[in-house]
């Protein structure tokens, strides 16, 4: 059974920054291309980024291009966000999906909640 945990949300101030982290089990981790996506309430899904299984493939959504950095660690079964230069507009649901872009058949994890604000 696939499980996606993230962690490492919480409260920034703009220009900070904040690491999120995806633990994966119940599949080969290191088989599978993987993402990152968000949303707000009342608006759809938004990839973030994404990373092929070996890591050789990195893409990112305009909008955090540059100062966003996704990267995965296959023996610890771990997907990684960092997130500098963060902005109030980058307050959503962080979620980690197994594909290396969302859609409606992906598996994802419950999220955790990125709140930049000062």
């Known amino acids: 059974q696939v499980q996606l945990v993230e962690s490492g949300g919480g409260l920034a101030q703009p220009g900070g920054s904040l690491r999120l982290s995806c633990a994966a089990s119940g599949f080969t981790f290191s088989d599978y291309s993987m993402s990152w996506a968000r949303q707000v309430p009342g608006k759809g899904l938004e990839w973030v980024s994404g990373i092929y299984s070996d890591s050789s493939i990195t893409e990112y959504a305009d909008s955090v291009k540059g100062r966003f950095t996704i990267s995965r660690d296959n023996a610890k079964n771990t997907l990684y966000l960092q997130m500098n230069s963060l902005k109030p507009e980058d307050t959503a649901l962080y979620i980690c999906?197994?594909?290396?872009?969302?859609?409606?058949?992906?598996?994802r994890g419950p999220g955790t909640q990125v709140t930049v604000s000062s």
């Open positions: 999906v197994k594909a290396f872009r969302a859609n409606p058949l992906s598996s």
